[in-house]
């Protein structure tokens, strides 16, 4: 017993200091710290426009969107115009389909697809990477055009934490 006098109090602070590590284990793991997506879904006379992704992201942080037009009527040039926190503070590594073509609007890049009669659906994957300094809410709006004629529009902001 006069070996433990005086060592009450170490195993308390032993678990305490073990539940400080395992806080932040938790909450990633809940999706505290982002990536989880989110469907976010825009429609018009000529097509609906779908975009899944992520609202909170960390830097350094791999990641995926989905865009999804599904043409209700004929749209001879559509094109998918991304908002600028799409290349902002990000890597953009794989766009699949690729595009015919890709061009800008001032910050936003355009990608250019060709004809989608009714009914057809065009399904778009882009693998991205968060700069690791990149810090504060990135525009990832996605609007949906026939040329230069708007169709639909997703407005979307995602928050990158330090």
Known sequence: MRDLRGRSRRPWIRRGLVVLIAVPVVLALTGAFGQ??????????????????PDKLRGGLMWRARIVVRATSTIEH?????????VH?????????????????????????????????????????VDPTTVGRQDTSVDLDDEARPLARVAHTTRVLP
């Open 78 to 86: 559509p094109r998918i115009v991304l908002g600028p926190g799409w």
């Open 36 to 53: 989880p997506t989110k469907t976010l879904r825009a429609a018009s006379a000529a097509a609906t426009l779908q975009v899944e992704v």
């Open 89 to 129: 503070g990000m890597q953009l590594n794989t766009i699949e389909p690729a595009p015919e073509s890709e061009a800008s609007r001032g910050p936003r890049v355009v990608l250019s697809y060709g004809e989608l009669a009714a009914g057809d659906e065009l399904v778009v994957d882009l693998q991205l990477q």
